[in-house]
């Protein structure tokens, strides 16, 4: 289990993780880091039709998955932190991959948005410092170019742009979401597509006999 980290500047936590950490951390797998595992297959048992559909569009069943499987939001904020951190000091791959699978679980839940704008306004400010640890072109895929986070963040804004317009969400998480994004396209010159509903993906569930 990963205990509650407060959610501070990740330089803070660098210096006293960058104390510790030895080649022994990496490689020894008595030392290795348990991540809770982001299950998006789990979550949707005893789902199907629409309401499976609606699931792989919004992960928020996801997330309440974890916030119950960490033991709270700090927690999970707290896993957050730590994956990337792991990552940035440890260069260990798999944290890497937690923190992207954690990242682009948030981004995509809509319902979540709703109910935990606080959680979210400290997911924010989390990733802001987590980005601004990296180089520009860090997320870019070697092989496919794309990168990552501009779709998943893409998703995630145009989800706070129609909870604003349905006035659904924290005006405090609107304002938040609207500067981080503006800090990106200035910083990064990351240019982030809203697609209408018509171009959103659909899932439907086949006959059993269909390979």
């Not at 963040?153 to 604003?164: A, C, H, I």
Request: aromatic share 10%; net charge negative; hydrophobic share 40%.
């Amino acid at each position: 289990a990963i205990p509650t980290l407060h959610l501070i500047h990740p330089c803070t936590v660098l210096v006293t993780i960058e104390e510790k950490l030895d080649a022994k951390f990496v490689t020894d797998p008595e030392n290795s880091m348990k991540f809770t595992k982001v299950d998006r297959k789990g979550a949707s048992k005893g789902k199907s039709g629409s309401d499976l559909s609606q699931f792989f569009l919004d992960t928020s069943a996801t997330v309440e998955w974890m916030v119950g499987e960490c033991g709270g939001e700090g927690e999970v904020l707290a896993e957050l932190q730590i994956s990337f951190i792991v990552f940035l000091l440890g260069h260990v791959y798999s944290a890497f991959e937690q923190w992207k699978q954690m990242v682009d679980t948030l981004c995509r839940a809509q319902t979540s948005l709703q109910t935990r704008p606080e959680f979210y306004k400290s997911f924010i400010h989390a990733l802001h410092f987590h980005l601004k640890e990296t180089p520009r072109d860090f997320f870019v895929d070697i092989v496919s170019r794309d990168n990552f986070l501009v779709a998943c963040l893409g998703e995630f804004f145009r989800t706070l742009r129609e909870g604003e317009q349905e006035g659904v969400l924290d005006k405090g998480l609107v304002e938040k979401g609207r500067k981080f994004r503006e800090h990106l396209e200035e910083h990064f010159s990351w240019e982030f597509e809203e697609g209408d509903d018509d171009e959103l993906p659909v899932v439907v569930e086949l006959p059993g006999d269909v390979a």
